[in-house]
């Protein structure tokens, strides 16, 4: 089963997040450190009479939980730097909560790859053509510094093709099987939130938000464990938020 994360952010925001400025490197820096937090954790020295074993503390050694986010993880990320493969898993962990904290809104879906295909399929014999469907919608490129870990998918739309998109769908719910209509709706959903939010994006001097897909095969690399659901719940929104 698939974990979508569908986000409502600039794809210029998210690009800044590689290389950021001060005032952002140190908002995010602050988001990571709060949710992986790397406690110092005592480190005991023997002295030199082991007959009392006597320990001295090294406050100032910080232990890390194997596969936890480090403060070298979110240095890399912010400085654009090369990530190696073992260390993708803890910087989708990052990026993942950065997206979620800097979107208006977030959406989590999980479906299984058959159902995906299944309702795509669907959107087609209802008349939505192919560059109006979900591949199309999740398929963009964001061209960022983050190569996706293993099994995961990374994709954007910009927010002129969202609306169109969701227009489509709105058209092919009449010819959709009752289950891919309540999946439909759920999508269409928080794609109609996208006007609001252009219009809160514009008071607050920043760009209109684009759509921002992540499709997560291994729940290892969100920055939170999702709930658990079951194949066929369809599209479960968890979140939006301003």
């Known amino acids: 089963m698939g974990e979508f994360r569908l986000h409502a952010l600039a794809i210029n925001e998210v690009r800044d997040v590689f290389g950021a400025d001060d005032v952002l490197a140190a908002k995010l820096r602050g988001w990571a450190l709060e949710a992986f937090p790397t406690p110092a954790q005592p480190d005991r020295h023997v002295g030199r009479n082991h ?12 232990m890390h939980r194997a596969g936890s986010p480090t403060e070298r993880t979110a240095d890399d990320l912010l400085e654009g730097r090369f990530v190696a493969p073992n260390e993708l898993v803890k910087s989708w962990r990052v990026l993942d909560l950065w997206l979620e904290k800097l979107s208006w809104g977030t959406l989590t879906t999980s479906c299984t790859r058959r159902e995906y295909d299944a309702l795509e399929f669907e959107l087609a014999r209802a008349g939505v053509p192919s560059y109006l469907g979900l591949n199309r919608l999740f398929g963009g490129d964001p061209q960022i510094p983050l190569r996706p870990a293993p099994g995961m998918r990374v994709g954007y739309s910009r927010a002129s093709h969202v609306e169109a998109t969701c227009a489509a769908l709105d058209r092919a719910v009449p010819y959709l099987s009752d289950d891919n209509v309540r999946n439909v709706r759920a999508l269409m959903d928080f794609l109609e939130k996208f006007p609001s939010w252009y219009d809160e994006a514009r008071a607050a001097g920043r760009p209109r938000p684009d759509l921002i897909i992540l499709r997560h095969e291994d729940p290892a690399t969100l920055a939170t464990v999702p709930p658990v659901s079951t194949p066929g719940s369809g599209i479960l929104p968890t979140r939006s938020a301003s």
């Open 51 to 62: 007959l009392f074993r006597r320990a001295r503390r090294r406050p100032h050694i910080v």
